[in-house]
Nanobody
Framework: QVQLVESGGGLVQAGGSLRLSCAASGRTFRTYVMGWFRQAPGKEREFVAAINRSGGSTYYADSVKGRFTISRDNAKNTVYLQMNSLKPEDTAVYYC?????????????????WGQGTQVTVSS
């Protein structure tokens, strides 16, 4: 069992930056692939980024590629999402998720544990 707690959301102007953090409980964090998803009002939850267990491989949705960076610190049981050049369309609740599988997946059904989400609002 893994418990995930996101933080770092807030209100930012377009073009600004935010860094989200997701702290995981337990001593098995390094065994999970970690992902970030988001859900905008009236839309389905979508994949944003994922990182493999060692942190050596990452994958991004096209909509955030070149602006967002996912990273992890296994010693701190934490995964991060650095978001730069934010746009109003990035406004959403952002969720982190943990996948006990061996490789990165963009599919929500592949993730076993989810955080409660943190709101990101980008004003124009």
């Amino acid at each position: 069992q893994v418990q995930l707690v996101e933080s770092g959301g807030g209100l930012v102007q377009a073009g600004g930056s935010l860094r989200l953090s997701c702290a995981a409980s337990g001593r098995t964090f390094r065994t999970y692939v970690m992902g970030w998803f988001r859900q905008a009002p009236g839309k389905e939850r979508e994949f944003v980024a994922a990182i493999n267990r060692s942190g050596g491989s990452t994958y991004y949705a096209d909509s955030v590629k070149g602006r967002f960076t996912i990273s992890r610190d296994n010693a701190k049981n934490t995964v991060y999402l650095q978001m730069n050049s934010l746009k109003p369309e990035d406004t959403a609740v952002y969720y982190c998720a943990a996948d006990s599988g061996h490789s990165i997946t963009v599919y929500q059904r592949g993730y076993d544990f989810w955080g409660q989400g943190t709101q990101v609002t980008v004003s124009s």
